[in-house]
């Protein structure tokens, strides 16, 4: 089974639209969840982090679930610069990052 | 600063050729990684290094070795290439108490023929 799962899209949606992604994580003692944006042929970059308690940011929203081991990525006002991919991001307790496949998002005029 | 350097940008090997990957950050930071992105698998973790003269196996190291003589510098080395070690090569460093903001090269594509 996969450290992280997400569901590859594509997402098209118009301008302002409300968009959500969420992802699974298998390992219930990971520590701590983020989001990283990648566009087109760059490196990822990250977005946000994502705490129980949730995280605002703009126009981004991320929630975290422990018991259902799930996070979810929210971004209301769609613009067509956030079209990109997101990648969830898990730290389960060690040195290193998890990555997951990554969900392509793309904003339609 | 110019951050997280790669050399060279793009590589275009023959099966059993070798090759180095240079990765050179400016941040001091102590982490370094390299990763491999393939279409439909995201981002793997070949090898990474906690400190200068230290490294460690990640998920998909088998074919490639690394060295950190220099803690600005992280070396990723292919001995006999093979198509399968087609991909993009990213290289992350971070300082351990940032772990999750991994700062990223702007990637290596290699192509094995």
């Known amino acids: 089974r996969k450290e992280v799962e997400q569901d590859p899209g594509p997402f098209n949606v118009p301008e302002g639209a409300t968009v959500a992604f969420n992802c699974t994580y298998s390992n219930s003692a990971s520590q701590s969840f983020f989001w990283y944006r990648q566009d087109c042929r760059k490196e990822p970059k990250l977005l946000m982090s994502?705490?129980?308690s949730g995280n605002e940011d703009g126009r981004f929203t991320a929630q975290l679930n422990r018991a259902s081991q799930y996070i979810s990525l929210l971004i209301r006002d769609s613009k067509l610069s956030d079209s990109a991919t997101y990648l969830c991001v898990v730290n389960p307790g060690a040195n290193n990052l998890f990555f997951g496949t990554g969900t392509r998002l793309t904003v339609i005029p | 600063n110019a951050g997280v350097t790669q050399t060279p940008k793009f590589r275009v090997l023959k099966t059993g050729q070798s090759m180095t990957l240079l990765c050179a950050q400016d941040?001091?930071?102590?982490?370094m990684y390299w990763y491999r992105q393939d279409p439909g698998m995201g981002l793997r973790l070949i090898h990474y290094?906690?400190?200068?003269?230290?490294?460690a196996k990640g998920e998909v190291p088998d074919g490639y070795n690394v060295s950190r003589l220099k803690k600005q510098n992280f070396l990723l080395g292919l001995e006999s290439a093979a198509p399968s070690q087609t991909s993009v090569y990213f290289c992350a460093s971070t300082a351990p108490s940032g772990i999750y903001e991994q700062y990223f090269g702007p990637g290596t594509r290699l192509t094995v023929t």
């Open positions: 941040m001091n930071h102590e982490y």
């Open positions: 994502v705490y129980s």
């Open positions: 290094s906690v400190g200068e003269g230290t490294t």
